[in-house]
């Protein structure tokens, strides 16, 4: 039996791929292997959204090589789509497959196997999500944004959605198989649907999930502000399945920037559905995501980010460091870029802010009863359960007995706080 490792780099919806990936070679009967031994083949999933994403994938084709010299290594995902003479060219590199092949690498790797007529969706989906207690679940792909220092409309190509039908069929296969909570992920989450005829929205599949018996939570990965309609505020106000806890980037707090990143709002309209969303459900939590040094980014520009942050009080925010990408906007239009050192120390800064503005919003829950899904035992800690609330903050629970996967009421206390 010949066996087989993986590797995933980048977003929800790369590692729902690598799901699909692995279930098709799992019955194609080949072995999946622990990290510490070496594989016949190679599977590494990469991601381009970041220089350092680039290296990091590059890294694990050359770490894979070393391991076995022998082995079959399989580079996929959003690196290949435009730097595959690069990739070619890293030692034991023996396939290079873009995504809209991804569904065909088992086959591509057996050139004794019969084509078969797998669409670039693949509406055969999944039926577990390996190493994990919440399942992924990818509705859409692509984006139709023109963010100017984005590289993923460029490697993923416009909005497609799957339909309803595939996607709630895949749901109920993976409550049956023990899943309680499902994550909504996408490219661009909230434009799916706009692409089907007739056009549907991210409420319809939310309607479909909520009817599931046995599936206790659906959660929705990021999500753009503009894509944020009084219809889904509604709903995540009304619906208990539908945990309180929105990913709504924001990038800059400052006009100036946003105009040059060609983001669709400014500081004003993302500050107000803020308010907007927490005036109907006070105790959600917003998680966002920040550029740091963006060209031209000034003092000023940097503190009006800070600024914003304090007024919307994060539960987390995810921090990017600005990432020249070759063939966006950004990249030939903006050349006044930020010093390494200064972005480095306003990265610090930032996360500062973010440490303060978590431990604020977290408070107002201590001594008070929430659910919280156990996800696994604290790697360093095995007298300790992990887990989440619906509005996403992570619990840690003292036990003897195995907890993973139940859904717990607790009483939040200090030391739940980390």
């Given at each position: 039996m010949q066996t087989i490792k993986f590797y995933t780099l980048g977003c929800k919806v790369n590692q729902y791929e690598t799901q699909v990936i692995r279930e098709q070679f799992?019955?194609?009967?080949?072995?999946?292997?622990?990290?510490?031994?070496?594989?016949?083949?190679?599977?590494?999933?990469?991601?381009?959204?970041?220089?350092?994403?680039?290296?990091?994938?590059?890294?694990?084709?050359?770490?894979?090589?070393?391991?076995?010299?022998?082995?079959?290594?399989?580079?996929?995902g959003c690196y290949t789509e435009l730097d595959s003479d690069e990739i070619a060219k890293i030692?034991?590199?023996t396939h290079i497959i873009k995504n809209k092949d991804k569904n065909r690498i088992i086959e591509l790797l057996n050139e004794h196997n019969e084509p078969n007529e797998l669409s670039e969706h693949n509406e055969i989906g999944i039926s577990s999500f390996s190493g994990h207690t919440r399942a992924f679940l990818k509705i859409q792909d692509g984006c139709n944004n023109s963010c100017s220092y984005c590289k993923v409309p460029l490697v993923r190509g416009i909005s497609r959605s799957r339909h309803l039908e595939a996607i709630l069929k895949e749901a109920e296969r993976l409550v049956k198989n023990g899943y309680k909570e499902i994550v909504l992920t996408g490219i661009c989450l909230g434009a799916y649907g706009q692409d089907l005829n007739p056009k549907i929205s991210i409420l319809d599949?939310?309607?479909?999930?909520?009817?599931?018996?046995?599936?206790?939570r659906i959660r929705l990965s990021s999500i753009?502000?503009?894509?944020?309609?009084?219809?889904?505020?509604?709903?995540?106000a009304q619906l208990k399945k539908l945990c309180r806890h929105l990913h709504i980037p924001l990038q800059s707090g400052d006009d100036e920037i946003l105009k040059k990143m060609n983001r669709k709002y400014c500081r004003d309209d993302y500050l107000a559905l803020i308010?907007?969303?927490?005036?109907?459900?006070?105790?959600i939590a917003i998680t966002t995501d920040i550029v740091v040094g963006f060209p031209g980014e000034s003092e000023i520009n940097f503190q009006g980010t800070l600024d914003l942050l304090k007024e919307i009080l994060p539960l987390e925010v995810h921090i990017f460091p600005y990432s020249r990408r070759e063939s966006t906007p950004a990249a030939s239009s903006f050349k006044d870029e930020i010093s390494p050192m200064l972005i480095k120390k306003r990265i610090?800064?930032?996360k500062n802010l973010s440490h303060a503005c978590a431990s604020i919003y977290k408070k107002q829950f201590l001594n008070k009863d929430m659910d919280v899904l156990i996800e696994k035992r604290v790697k360093d800690n095995p007298d300790f359960w992990e887990g989440h609330t619906d509005n996403?903050?992570?619990?840690?629970?003292k036990s003897s007995q195995n907890l993973k996967n139940q859904l717990l009421c607790v009483k939040l206390s200090l030391a739940d706080f980390p």
């Open positions: 799992s019955r194609g009967g080949f072995e999946e292997i622990d990290n510490g031994k070496i594989a016949d083949i190679y599977i590494i999933n990469t991601c381009t959204v970041t220089a350092n994403a680039d290296r990091d994938s590059r890294h694990l084709i050359s770490q894979a090589h070393r391991q076995n010299p022998q082995a079959k290594i399989v580079v996929t030692p034991g590199v599949v939310i309607e479909g999930l909520e009817k599931i018996e046995g599936l206790l753009e502000a503009a894509d944020i309609c009084d219809g889904l505020i509604d709903k995540m308010k907007r969303i927490k005036s109907l459900i006070p105790e610090a800064r930032l996403y903050i992570r619990a840690l629970v």
